[in-house]
């Protein structure tokens, strides 16, 4: 069956600080990987993509890290600020028997900022 | 501004009625998708789209009903045989089912059954 696992379930953090969030999964056979960020209420937003040949990704202050080997991933926020404040999902792909791409979501890292 | 509208934003439904979550985009997207997010779950599929006049089966379809008459139209009704609607409700679109391309979100539907 597959899976997404994301740790930590929450965090907390201080203004300015780094925090590195943490996705391992379990889906096969893979084609790529892609991190959300979602405020409360509110619908996801795309972050990255990584495929399996690539080992990082960046978007501002979001660096995305893939290790297609051991099947983990890594979130990696610089000088957090308070509109980082969301929950961040890990999505990974998988292409089925028939060639569609199925995706699979995990329950996400709820990461607050504090001033 | 182009992206994916969703409403009502809040629905309370009573006991038996059915109800319909609006999905509109103007992306000019081909594939459309409904989801479905539950505290401490992940996102799981509804029903979604690739093209006009077609639509198959999520993981989670029964109880629920859509139509693809147009390409940026993708609706969902919450019938009473769905169980447990209490749910905030995610619509997405991307240009064609190809592996790797973006997905879009909508800002949600929150559905209360009262």
Partial sequence: ?115 | DGGITQSPKYLFRKEGQNVTLSCEQNLNHDAMYWYRQDPGQGLRLIYYSQIVNDFQKGDIAEGYSVSREKKESFPLTVTSAQKNPTAFYLCASRMGAITGNTIYFGEGSWLTVV
Wanted: hydrophobic residues 30%; contains cysteine.
């Fill in chain 1, 1 to 115: 069956k597959n899976q997404v696992e994301q740790s930590p379930q929450s965090l907390i953090i201080l203004e300015g600080k780094n925090c590195t969030l943490q996705c391992n999964y379990t889906v096969s056979p893979f084609s790529n990987l892609r991190w959300y960020k979602q405020d409360t209420g509110r619908g996801p937003v795309s972050l990255t993509i990584m495929t399996f040949s690539e080992n990082t990704k960046s978007n501002g202050r979001y660096t995305a890290t893939l290790d297609a080997d051991t099947k983990q991933s890594s979130l990696h926020i610089t000088a957090s600020q308070l509109s980082d404040s969301a929950s961040y999902i890990c999505v990974v792909s998988a292409i089925s028997n028939f060639g569609n791409e199925k995706l699979t979501f995990g329950t996400g890292t709820r990461l607050t900022i504090i001033p």
